[in-house]
């Protein structure tokens, strides 16, 4: 008889959990892969659209390191700051199909952001914002090669991001 | 002395230091004596900062603090020096006054009749006194002395002014009591025509507002003790002189073509009096370890000490005239990599345009630059200079208006390395942006325009609208110039695409492109666009389409509202089921929104879809509306239901048996107002109740069974009913009975016979149901066996069946006798055909079969009585008178001598083996089948001859062969060898087959002598049978008749095979009538003599007498003449 007095209180309890339960993680890195791949390949038909030299290369990666260019992954924290960096770049650039993969980027970034929250992880703000601001303003006048440049980086990470997924479980 | 930033800014602080400190301390004359020495040698230039050491004056300083309550007279001492030598440092132009530290400062000094008025109180007249601006070095303490200060607050929007008595001073140092000491301030702005006025005992303040702006402001002071009154001589105070000068604006970098970096920059205003500047940098990540120079008289400084790929932070400052120092720039940042100058070119078609490029990179050579137009295009090297070790240059010509970019890179390996950087060429004139338009989505007021132009140009696309009509904008275009443009609401970028709302669809739009750069603009060729051509309307809608009795599909549909021009429409169909071309079919264009559609068939449903576009004039068909399926028309509900068959199938996983119903589809039940539109199955198993589902006009229905009684009903429905007369039917688990006593299929070619009998004891069934399975599908194509089972339902009277259809001969039919209760037990055969085609074969092979026997008993008969007839008779040769051919010893007598083989002498005697009488008549002794053509048939197998007489006549064994033959084109112009063959009586076999070579050679009858095919012929003329025949007809020259080219060239080979064939031992004779034989016939006849041990004779004779000898024109004129030919003849 006093199971109900009992098992209300857990099932409100339950109830309770329910709402902040965050994405379980092996669906974080479903949903991670898959739009990670949606933007690589958004990316390859935006940078397609150029057309450029088949032995082109725009953008050494010791060049222009406001732009992140063979980012290490560990964890959480440092795939958020390289993202932001990408999405604060995207941001700045002309409005156009660039727009579509922003959007991507951000849904991505929500992703991230939430598993962070619900693993109590701290993030910091990026450590190079006053010098990719400069760098984008230098360069607002070039932004044709600047978002190719910025697209071409962020694609290299999103498919090393896409093999190491095992990172979002770590801060 | 060179004074670095560094000096400049401790000088800074020393003098603020001091200044702070200059109302409290340097009481006395040894720090006084300090700063001029400084002074002085700041004058000089030869100031050294760096022995200058602040903490001396720090305990300088607390060291004198102490003597600050020493007296006025000390104050003033300091007053005038710390004035001096400030003075010295900025130069003082204010009048009576000095500036110095964004302040104005003055010394008044008044007399004032002070005793006379404390003697004379009582005049009416209060004493004046005199007020003079001192110079600041000559102090004079007996009088009453203010010292005045004028500073900017704010922005610039307030000066105060304060003007404070030495008595003040004096009075809370010294606490004596002394009367009190009136000033009144008096300010006046010229410009901002602003006054203030302030009043106060020792002290006055007064406070004017400038509005921000420079202005000179005019001071008037009057100071009062004790009655007696002293004015100030005017002074006046410049405000521009109160500020330091703002700092120089536009800070910027141009490189030169030869690789110069140069540094620019402008005053803030036009009129600065700035004098000197200075310039700093720093690289981003050594933030604080600036690098600078000062820079005299001009606005720019060259610095080629930066290095590439480094972000630098600059900040540039100005001195005014008086040594004041403005603040810092804001920083500049820039990174050097590849400069392009100019950066951006307007140019016009087909102008050449010179671009360079700076390789602020050391390690990147201007040799190894490669120039890429747009990114895609490699420009030929033919059209690049190098300027120096690091500049490139390239020309290049634009032949199209717009847009173009130049990238300068690097050749690294096979890769270009470039940089983000890159030239922007505006190349002036239209240009064709190829700009198409449709509305999307149906929208009638929306329009989206798409253009092709390249990915590098940052596009806006603008528009403008028209109330007219788009064919007479073109001459209104120079009236409206001044209306304004509108731009793409979605802005510009790489969007290649702009979306137009709220349209007006009757108006015109001019639509084009414009790339706009630093310096102007290019656009593109502008588009007429009216809407209403491009708009694509919405789709029809509220369809509706039914599928009438007399096959007619009525389909209507209701236009949409906008746009309101006239409409075509086109429809499609296509049928749900039923027929068997499942493609759209197209109806249209159509002006009425409805359509009659005339069908096939009727009770189809159908899925209908209809479009519409307009109908005068261009423009776009809308989407495809909505599917609709047809409502098939029915006047009443079905009469009966379908018939239908079942197939069990055990499933052995799940232990369960299915029943699939096989239904024929009822598409008409009765009449064409009762359309079937879906089956209800209805389901009774014993001892439980009815329940039915309905289906769609399925072709299969499954469902398990239990393996109880189940009886299953299949009733057509449509809309308006069930119907009332349908088959049921009763699955049974228990054993079945048995009434069926026999069962029989009977194929054909193409139709299976299938009879049966009952028991005659057993009720007879309601019908019968006969099944097989259809071996054209292939069970291994994942057809099912419900879809292989085929079946038909026979009335219960008929005992028999033909089914014609294609059958492959080894189906297996099964027949059930359907009971009401159930099914009877079922009996099964399977009908085995022959193959039609091996019958057909059969036929054939017996029909020729039948064909060659009559041709060969023809052909002997032919033989026969051609043989007879033409064979001579050898009794009537010369060389056989007197012989008796029927004695034994008769042949001995014609071949006395074997090495002359004895016939061969004969022959040559006569000298004419033609010259043969034949004689026609009948010879008494002929043999009796000769005179009644008989044909003597002879069998290999027992060696008798059927007739008796011939038998008794071919006891003789010999028979002679003269053969001839013929040079081949081969041994042509050789000699060549005849045989004659011997062959001996006694072997039948052989003799028939001789005989058999003879008569196809003589049926084949190409007996001219003048064919040349005779090539390779073997050369053995035979006397077969018949020769024996006549020989023993005493008719010898018989055989001459045989002897024509062809038939030797063709009976040879057939002899020969013939011989090898029946194994027998050949008895062949030949006669060489040519002595120039060839080898191989020599080894031919050396192997064949030494088969023949004991009857062959060679008889060597030569046959060129022969040959030359008369008739033998005809074979001599087709054959070369070396060729010995031995023709027949035959003499009478």
């Known amino acids: 008889m006093y199971f109900p007095a009992l098992l209300y209180p857990c099932i409100l309890g339950m109830l309770s959990l329910v709402h902040g339960i965050p994405i379980h993680p092996d669906n974080l890195k479903n949903l991670v892969k898959l739009q990670a791949d949606t933007i690589v390949l958004r990316i390859k038909d935006h940078n397609d659209k150029l057309k450029l030299y088949p032995t082109l290369l725009i953008g050494d990666p010791e060049l222009y390191p406001e732009i992140p260019a063979d980012k290490t992954i560990q964890g959480l924290g440092s795939i958020m700051d390289t993202l932001t960096t990408f999405q604060k770049v995207l941001q700045r650039l002309p409005k156009g199909h660039v727009s579509q993969i922003h959007s991507d980027l951000s849904t991505l970034l929500g992703y991230l952001k939430e598993r962070m929250t619900s693993m109590h992880c701290t993030s910091k703000e990026p450590a190079n914002g006053r010098s990719l601001d400069a760098f984008l303003e230098d360069n607002a006048t070039h932004h044709i090669t600047v978002g190719y440049l910025a697209l071409d980086r962020l694609k290299q990470f999103m498919q090393k991001l896409i093999v190491n997924l095992d990172q979002l479980k770590r801060c | 002395m060179r004074c670095d ?39 000089e230039g030869k100031l050294e900062i760096a022995s200058y050491d602040p903490f001396k004056l720090r305990s300088t300083k607390s060291l004198f603090g102490n003597m600050l309550y020493d007296g006025l007279l000390m104050l003033q001492s300091y007053t005038v020096v710390s004035s001096l030598s400030l003075a010295a440092l900025s130069p003082s132009d204010g009048r009576g006054g000095v500036y110095e530290d964004l302040k104005w400062k003055a010394l008044l000094c008044c007399e004032l009749p002070f005793a006379q008025s404390l003697d004379d109180g009582l005049s009416e007249h209060p004493p004046v006194g005199q007020c003079q601006l001192l110079n600041a070095t000559k102090p004079e303490f007996s009088r009453n002395c203010l010292d005045i200060l004028c500073w900017l607050v704010g922005e610039r929007t307030n000066l105060i002014c304060n003007a404070k008595s030495h008595r003040a001073a004096a009075t809370a140092s010294l606490l004596t009591v002394r009367p009190q000491l009136v000033v009144q301030m008096n300010v006046l702005s010229d410009e901002a025509n602003h006054a203030a006025q302030c009043t106060g005992e020792d002290t006055a303040m007064c406070s004017i507002s400038l509005h921000g702006n420079d202005a000179t402001v005019s001071l008037n002071i009057s100071i009062s003790l004790n009655g007696s009154t002293a004015l100030s001589p005017k002074m006046q105070v410049s405000t521009h002189h109160l500020r330091r000068p703002e700092s120089p604006v536009n800070l910027h970098y141009d490189v030169t073509t030869e690789g110069e970096v140069i540094f620019r920059w402008s005053d803030a205003q036009p009129n600065s009096d700035a004098i000197n500047y200075e310039i700093r940098y720093a690289s981003n990540s050594t933030l604080q370890q600036w690098e600078g120079m000062k820079v005299k008289g001009r606005s720019w400084v060259s610095l080629n000490e930066l290095s590439s790929g480094i972000r630098y932070m600059v900040q540039v400052r100005c ?37 360079y490029a700076v390789f602020h990179n050391h390690s990147w050579s201007a040799s190894k630059a490669v120039w890429m137009l747009n990114g895609q295009v490699k420009i030929p090297e033919s ?14 010509t634009v032949d199209e208006p717009g847009f173009d970019t130049l990238m300068c890179c690097h050749q690294w390996g096979e890769r270009f390395k470039c940089i983000i950087a890159y030239a922007k060429i505006y190349t002036e004139g239209m240009f064709n942006a190829d700009i198409t338009c449709q509305s999307k989505n149906s929208e009638v007021d929306t329009m989206s325009c798409e253009w092709n132009k390249s990915a590098w140009a940052q596009v806006r696309l603008l528009y403008r609208q028209y109330t007219s009509m788009c064919e007479t904008i073109s001459e209104m275009e120079g009236s409206e110039e001044a209306e304004e443009n509108m731009e793409c609401p979605s802005g510009a970028g790489d969007h290649r695409e702009c979306t137009f709302k709220n349209l007006s669809l009757f108006s015109c739009y001019k639509i084009w492109l414009e790339v706009e750069g630093g310096h102007g603009k290019v656009r593109s060729f502008p588009v007429y666009v009216a809407p209403i051509d491009y708009v694509k309307p919405s789709p029809p809608s509220v369809l509706e389409a039914t599928t009438l009795p007399n096959k007619t599909l009525s389909v209507s549909w209701r236009r949409p509202h906008l746009p309101v021009y006239d409409m075509q429409y086109e429809l499609h169909f296509v049928a749900l089921r039923g027929m068997a071309n499942t493609q759209w079919k197209v109806i249209g264009p159509l002006l009425e929104p409805q359509a009659e559609i005339q069908l096939e068939e009727s009770c189809v449903q159908f899925k209908v879809e209809v479009r519409c576009r307009r109908l005068n004039g261009s423009g776009y068909w809308s989407d495809w509306s909505m599917s609709y399926t047809s409502v098939v028309y029915n006047r009443k509900a079905p009469e009966m239901g379908p018939d239908f068959w079942r197939a069990i199938q055990e499933d052995p996983v799940r232990s369960v048996t299915n029943v699939t119903l096989i239904i024929k589809q009822p598409v008409l039940a009765g009449d064409p107002y009762s359309c079937v539109e879906g089956l209800v199955i209805e389901h009774q198993a014993s001892g439980r109740a009815v329940w039915s589902n309905e289906t769609t006009l399925a072709q299969f229905y499954s469902f398990p069974w239990r393996k109880e009684a189940h009886t299953v009903t299949v009733i057509s429905r449509n809309a308006l009913g069930i119907s009332t007369r349908n088959r049921n039917m009763t699955l049974l688990h228990q054993p079945k009975r048995r009434c069926v006593r026999s069962f029989s299929a009977v194929a054909n070619s193409s139709c299976v016979y299938l009879s049966w009998s009952l028991l005659s004891d057993h009720s007879v069934p309601q019908s019968f149901v006969i099944e097989w399975l259809d071996l054209k599908k292939d069970p291994e194509q994942d057809v099912s066996l419900t879809e292989r089972l085929q079946w038909v339902r026979v009335q219960s009277a008929s005992r028999d069946l033909f089914l014609c259809r294609r059958f492959y001969g080894s189906e297996e039919f099964t027949l059930y006798p359907v009971f009401v209760d159930g099914e009877g037990e079922p009996v099964r055969c399977t009908a085995t055909r022959g193959d039609p085609a091996a019958y057909i074969l059969l036929l054939i092979i017996a029909f020729l079969s039948v064909v060659l026997f009559v041709t060969l008993l023809m052909s002997q008969n032919q033989m026969r009585k051609l043989m007879w007839k033409d064979v001579p008779n050898p009794n009537n040769c010369s060389w056989a008178k007197g012989m008796d051919f029927r004695q034994i010893d008769t042949i001995e007598n014609l071949f006395p001598h074997s090495e002359g083989l004895t016939a061969c002498p004969l022959l040559l005697v006569s000298e004419s083996i033609c010259e043969v009488e034949i004689i026609e008549k009948t010879h008494p002794v002929t043999l009796e089948h000769e005179k009644d053509n008989e044909v003597p048939i002879y069998k290999s197998g027992d060696k008798t001859t059927t007739d008796s007489a011939l038998l008794a006549d071919s006891s003789e064994p010999l028979s002679l062969e003269a053969s001839t033959t013929a040079a081949t084109p081969e041994t042509s112009g050789q000699s060549s060898v005849t045989y004659s063959t011997v062959l001996l009586s006694h072997q039948p076999s052989l003799l028939r087959k001789q005989q058999e070579s003879l008569s196809s050679s003589s049926d084949e009858g190409n007996f001219s002598a003048n064919n040349s095919d005779i090539s390779g012929s073997f050369p053995g003329g035979l006397w077969d049978l018949e020769n024996h025949v006549c020989s023993d007809s005493a008719n010898p020259r018989h055989s001459s008749s045989y002897n024509s080219v062809e038939e030797f060239s063709e009976t040879s080979d057939q002899d020969y095979e013939a011989s090898e064939s029946t194994g027998v031992a050949k008895d062949l004779y030949y006669l060489e009538v040519n002595e120039e034989e060839e080898e191989e016939d020599e080894e031919e006849i050396e192997e064949t003599q030494s088969e023949q041990e004991k009857n062959e004779m060679v008889m060597k004779v030569d046959a060129r007498p022969l040959l030359e000898g008369k008739n033998s024109t005809a074979v001599a004129s087709n054959v070369s003449h070396s060729i010995p030919l031995y023709l027949p003849q035959f003499s009478d």
């Not at chain 2, 590849?338 to 345009?353: M, R």
């Not at chain 2, 059209?383 to 290049?396: D, E, G, L, M």
């Open chain 2, 383 to 396: 059209q690049y200079r190098v300027i120096n070790k690091q500049v490139s240059a390239v020309t290049v």
């Open chain 2, 5 to 43: 930033w560094r000096a400049w800014t401790s000088l800074n602080f020393y003098k603020e230091y001091i200044f702070g400190f200059e109302t409290l301390v340097f009481a006395t004359l040894g720090i006084l004596s300090i700063h001029e020495q400084l002074v002085t040698l700041q004058r």
């Open chain 2, 319 to 355: 001195q005014s005239h008086i040594n004041y120092w403005s603040e810092w720039t804001q920083p500049f940042y820039f990174t050097l990599d590849v400069s392009y100058i100019p950066a951006e070119i307007f140019t016009t078609q087909g102008s050449e345009v010179t671009v």
